[in-house]
């Protein structure tokens, strides 16, 4: 069975971008189904021409797709990547999430599958804070986190991350390189095969939140 999965992803200078591609490229390979798409860019001009590199960016990421709720919807699973902020997603990923109530309270996003993936300029700058960050919105809409973990040697290759895929970018905002493109795209593989089993396996029917709400207790 094709499983549909949706990898959304922001990226500033273009780090997270490299990485949601392979990631896709990992899904597909699986035999899934790939919507590739970016949030909107909400920082303005102002802060983005300081940056030549977020500039340039800003300017070349317009051929790729925005994401939209419907995205959710359409996917059987999610595969979400970020650069971190302090610790945490960036303010453009979460507030395309913070868009997803409706799915959430109808039942959508219950149950499906979901990975998260990150990069950080330095290699203790959040990566797997951002990640674990990312995870409390994913407990809240009832999906399943389906993590790298400890699971392949492109893990350990990458530098051995088992909550997801993150590239330290340094100051020169290197891509990333070759091992590092491998266990993304080995994240979306393990992302895609556990979701055709799942679905391979049958659903059983989601109550939305609503109809939990109402019931008298």
Not at 28 to 47: I, T
Not at 148 to 160: L, N
Not at 161 to 174: A, D, F, I, R
């Amino acid at each position: 069975m094709t499983a549909k999965v949706a990898v959304i992803y922001y990226s500033a200078t273009g780090s997270v971008h490299t990485l949601a591609q392979a990631v896709a490229e990992g899904a597909a390979s699986a035999g899934a189904e790939v919507r590739l798409r970016r949030v909107a860019e909400s920082a303005p001009d102002s802060a983005i021409d300081q940056d030549p590199r977020w500039r340039q960016h800003a300017d070349t990421a317009t051929s790729i797709a925005q994401a939209s709720v419907e995205d959710l919807a359409w996917a059987d699973a999610f595969a979400f990547g970020t650069p971190t902020r302090f610790g945490t997603p960036a303010a453009q990923l979460k507030q395309f999430i913070d868009q997803a109530g409706g799915l959430w309270r109808e039942g959508v996003l219950a149950d499906k599958p979901v990975t998260a993936f990150t990069s950080a300029f330095n290699r203790h700058g959040g990566s797997e804070a951002t990640i674990l960050s990312l995870s409390n919105v994913f407990y809240h809409w009832g999906a399943l986190i389906v993590p790298p973990g400890f699971t392949d040697p492109a893990v350990y290759g990458a530098g051995g991350n088992p909550y997801g895929t993150s590239l330290v970018t340094g100051p020169t905002g290197t891509g990333p390189d070759a091992a590092v493109l491998e266990a993304a795209r080995y994240q979306g593989r393990r992302l895609a095969r556990i979701t055709i089993r799942l679905l391979g396996n049958g659903h059983a029917p989601r109550e939305s939140v609503a109809a939990m709400t109402s019931r008298t207790v």
